[in-house]
T-cell receptor, first 121, second 116 residues
Framework: EAQVTQNPRYLITVTGKKLTVTCSQNMNHEYMSWYRQDPGLGLRQIYYSMNVEVTDKGDVPEGYKVSRKEKRNFPLILESPSPNQTSLYFC????????????????????FGDGTRLSIL | AQSVTQPDIHITVSEGASLELRCNYSYGATPYLFWYVQSPGQGLQLLLKYFSGDTLVQGIKGFEAEFKRSQSSFNLRKPSVHWSDAAEYFCAVKADRGSTLGRLYFGRGTQLTVWP
């Protein structure tokens, strides 16, 4: 079954304790992305990756790191979490970036994971 | 920079009534536009997308949206709402070129409540 898997689904932790949220997709997608969702703000893109070893900042990258060493994995790293990073996080992937690609690779929708709810105390 | 505005934070309709959710975007060229739906506790599901061509786009679950360049709008419609349509709806826009290629901008969402 095609899916995007995030772990953990829920985490409560304390300020300053490094944490990693993993994201894995089994669809051989090139494009992966992280979003955070906050009430009244919708989804905001944190980082995205066009392919292995290619990452770029989204709208709200401060306080986050990512890596893309393999095509299937795109972990989100909070080196020193702070309470303002309490949020609901979504990972997404698509065969090609939204709106890009040719032929069968064009217009590919993003597949979203089920979300990770982080609480930083 | 691209931006998306969803003017309505919360909309309530009766089951069977028609629905229109508004979305306005800001972008200099022809944008790529999307509508997503999020059910409680779930991730986002793509309803429909517009890239070019016919300005009336059909999506899943009986939804459609119309791209109007003159109004910078991409409103989502459904002729008859079902109780299962209760969810949060997000409009999104993506740049097709330049340094922001790959970035997706979401509106703040519209929460839909359906009365039986």
């Amino acid at each position: 079954e095609a899916q995007v898997t995030q772990n953990p689904r829920y985490l409560i932790t304390v300020t300053g304790k490094k944490l990693t949220v993993t994201c894995s997709q089994n669809m051989n997608h090139e494009y992966m992305s992280w979003y955070r969702q906050d009430p009244g703000l919708g989804l905001r893109q944190i980082y995205y990756s066009m392919n292995v070893e290619v990452t770029d900042k989204g709208d709200v990258p401060e306080g986050y790191k990512v890596s893309r060493k393999e095509k299937r994995n795109f972990p989100l790293i909070l080196e020193s979490p702070s309470p303002n990073q309490t949020s609901l996080y979504f990972c997404a992937s698509s065969l090609s970036p939204p709106g890009r690609g040719l032929g069968v690779y064009s217009n590919q929708p993003q597949h979203f994971g089920d979300g990770t709810r982080l609480s930083i105390l | 920079a691209q931006s998306v505005t969803q003017p309505d934070i919360h909309i309530t309709v009766s089951e069977g009534a028609s629905l229109e959710l508004r979305c306005n975007y800001s972008y200099g060229a022809t944008p790529y536009l999307f509508w997503y739906v999020q059910s409680p506790g779930q991730g986002l599901q793509l309803l429909l997308k517009y890239f070019s061509g016919d300005t009336l786009v059909q999506g899943i679950k009986g939804f459609e949206a119309e791209f109007k360049r003159s109004q910078s709008s991409f409103n989502l419609r459904k002729p008859s709402v079902h109780w299962s349509d209760a969810a949060e709806y997000f409009c999104a826009v993506k740049a097709d070129r330049g340094s922001t290629l790959g970035r997706l901008y979401f509106g703040r969402g519209t929460q839909l409540t359906v009365w039986p």
